[in-house]
């Protein structure tokens, strides 16, 4: 069972791709050096921007297990972890939730393509 409403998540989905489309948002697959903020470097640049406020903001007032279903569900849809080891990425990511969740998604390229094809694998859709 998803722990998240499928709505939010598709809310999400869309405001993700409309962010990550923006010509000026480029956030490398890997960073240069792991010990590097780059992740929220990139982030700290588009501070300002409405898109990104509304999907930060709407991912920070979601609750604490909620986040973590949206992490399991990017790994899910990434490949990390099989349906059948849905149980497996939520206590995952429960171990490892903290209060840079939605930076974490944000900046993970592809992260709307990920939930979708998590939503996918579970039985869920975007669409109407």
């Given at each position: 069972m998803l722990e998240v409403n499928p709505e939010i998540v598709c809310f999400i989905i869309a405001k993700a791709h409309e962010f990550h489309a923006k010509e000026q948002v480029v956030i490398p697959?890997?960073?240069?050096?792991?010990?590097?903020?780059?992740?929220?470097?990139?982030?700290?640049?588009?501070?300002?921007?409405?898109?990104?406020?509304?999907?930060?903001?709407t991912i920070e007032d979601l609750e604490p297990d909620q986040q973590e279903?949206?992490?399991?569900?990017?790994?899910?849809g990434r490949g990390d972890y099989e349906v059948d080891e849905w149980a497996a990425a939520l206590e995952?990511?429960?171990?490892?939730?903290?209060?840079?969740?939605?930076?974490?998604?944000i900046a993970t390229p592809l992260v709307a393509d990920y939930l979708e094809e998590g939503l996918s694998l579970l039985g869920y859709s975007c669409e109407e």
């Open positions: 697959d890997l960073p240069e050096n792991p010990a590097d903020d780059w992740a929220l470097q990139v982030l700290a640049d588009h501070e300002d921007d409405p898109t990104y406020l509304e999907l930060k903001t279903a949206l992490v399991a569900l990017m790994w899910l995952a990511a429960h171990e490892q939730h903290n209060e840079r969740t939605a930076e974490y998604l």
